[in-house]
């Protein structure tokens, strides 16, 4: 087994080292199941999120920014940990740097998600992010859009940024499957927490049908809105749907 402690020297010799490492983790009936979840270009090892996390923290607390120049995409589960390690930078301008770079990498939901969920330097840096946003989603890649929705959805359905919110769903046009997928899962949750807001918002703009099915259908799913809600959401989407 691999030693990562503090001390270690990120080279040639132990990024190899870190790969056999992985590979000694592997899991085949774990790496069967996830392959027919998640579709990606990246080999798969079948190793779990929460073990990925553990070696994540544990590089963390080394001179960790020495092995960005190392990665080399032998597995999904390097590029997981290459993101997650992208989570333990502390200074905003680099983050922006590492992940805009990161982003071309990211070709399903699930390393999409499972990265911008940990990337708690957006909890500091809200304002000034919103730009990042911006920039994602005027990228022609399916998945930078989606990292922008994820990031509203995990970082900004407040009050003081519901408003923004509107503005980038209503802006965006697109048949991508992931990204619709995304501004319905951030529909539901401002519906959830904005049911009055969110609700003129879905009236009174154009989201596509296949949004709208899905943002309904999610809501109808919640247990955290009521069933009037949920009727007067329904009724609303078949206005949409039949007019």
Same mark, same amino acid.
């Given at each position: 087994?691999?030693?990562? /402690?503090?001390?270690?020297?990120? /080279?040639?010799?132990?990024?190899?080292?870190?790969?056999?490492?992985?590979?000694?983790?592997?899991?085949?009936?774990?790496?069967?199941?996830?392959?027919?979840?998640?579709? @990606?270009?990246?080999?798969?090892?079948?190793?779990?999120?929460?073990?990925?996390?553990?070696?994540?923290?544990?590089?963390?607390?080394?001179?960790?920014?020495?092995?960005?120049?190392?990665?080399?995409?032998?597995?999904?589960?390097?590029?997981?940990?290459?993101?997650?390690?992208?989570?333990?930078?502390?200074?905003?301008?680099?983050?922006?740097?590492?992940?805009?770079?990161?982003?071309?990498?990211?070709?399903?939901?699930?390393?999409?998600?499972?990265?911008?969920?940990?990337?708690?330097?957006?909890?500091?840096?809200?304002?000034?992010?919103?730009?990042?946003?911006?920039?994602?989603?005027?990228?022609?890649?399916?998945?930078?859009?989606?990292?922008?929705?994820?990031?509203?959805?995990?970082?900004?359905?407040?009050?003081?940024?519901?408003?923004?919110?509107?503005?980038?769903?209503?802006?965006?046009? @697109?048949?991508?499957?992931?990204? /619709?997928?995304?501004?319905?899962?951030?529909?539901?949750?401002?519906?959830?927490?904005?049911?009055?807001? @969110?609700?003129?918002?879905?009236?009174?703009?154009?989201?596509?049908?296949?949004?709208?099915?899905? @943002?309904?259908?999610?809501?109808?799913?919640?247990?955290?809105?009521?069933?009037?809600?949920?009727?007067?959401?329904?009724?609303?989407?078949?206005?949409?749907?039949?007019?």
């Amino acid at each position: 087994m691999m030693n990562i /402690n503090k001390d270690i020297e990120w /080279n040639n010799d132990s990024y190899c080292n870190f790969i056999n490492y992985l590979e000694c983790l592997r899991e085949e009936e774990y790496r069967i199941f996830s392959e027919k979840l998640i579709f @990606t270009k990246y080999n798969m090892l079948g190793i779990r999120i929460p073990i990925l996390r553990s070696i994540a923290k544990k590089i963390s607390k080394t001179n960790f920014k020495d092995l960005f120049s190392f990665f080399k995409n032998e597995y999904y589960e390097v590029v997981l940990i290459e993101g997650l390690l992208i989570s333990y930078v502390d200074d905003y301008q680099l983050f922006v740097v590492l992940f805009k770079e990161y982003v071309k990498k990211i070709d399903n939901w699930a390393i999409c998600d499972t990265v911008v969920s940990s990337l708690k330097i957006i909890n500091k840096n809200k304002l000034i992010n919103l730009d990042f946003i911006k920039y994602l989603l005027n990228e022609k890649n399916e998945y930078s859009r989606r990292c922008a929705f994820v990031m509203l959805l995990d970082f900004y359905v407040e009050e003081e940024y519901i408003n923004k919110i509107f503005d980038f769903v209503s802006k965006c046009k @697109t048949e991508d499957y992931y990204v /619709n997928m995304a501004i319905s899962w951030l529909m539901c949750e401002c519906f959830i927490k904005f049911s009055k807001e @969110t609700y003129h918002f879905i009236e009174n703009n154009d989201l596509g049908e296949f949004v709208i099915r899905k @943002t309904v259908s999610k809501i109808s799913d919640s247990y955290r809105v009521s069933k009037e809600d949920k009727e007067r959401l329904k009724k609303l989407r078949d206005q949409y749907l039949f007019k």
